[in-house]
């Protein structure tokens, strides 16, 4: 009898630790749509179907090649605006790419004059607000690894990169085809 008890308390215990941690990261908000929401809201940890439930609108695409599972959202609405998607051999998220979303709002800074500004210890949100638009690719794994991208006035191809450890920036590098 004393077992049965134990048990019987005991399951109401591992029925809440075994909830989808998924679910509480992104509170359940679903098809957002190819919005700048919707790619804020992807995280380290998530599967497809997390990813497809964020973004909910029609897929444009949808291959796989050996292990690795790749997702395309494209819409046109006055320009191309697109997330794309790679989840690795346990269809987990591996890297999210975006095109032409962007924040009302939001300013994107030269990338030269915001590498002088970053600094190791800096926040993803912190570098994030800084930046003043979403990076153009997002890398996870051990690390969270998000690039900016972009052309400066002399039409010159930079880019900068940021690692992120637990959230906090640990490498910087900037990039300029010049």
Known sequence: ???????????????ACTNNETEVQYDNQTNLGVTAAAFELVESG???DDVVAIIGAEIERRDVEGELEHIVW???DGGLQSISAIFDEDGYINSLFQFGLSIEGEDP???????EQLSVGMTYEDV?????????NLFFGRWKVATWMGTNEDDIFQSITVRFDNGIADDISFFSSD
């Open 46 to 48: 998530m599967t497809s």
């Open 74 to 76: 494209d819409i046109f």
């Open 109 to 115: 800074v030269c990338l030269q004059e915001a590498y």
């Open 128 to 136: 994030r607000m800084m930046m003043g638009t979403l990076p153009s």
């Open 1 to 15: 009898m004393k077992k049965w008890l134990i048990t019987l308390c005991l399951i109401p215990l591992l029925v």
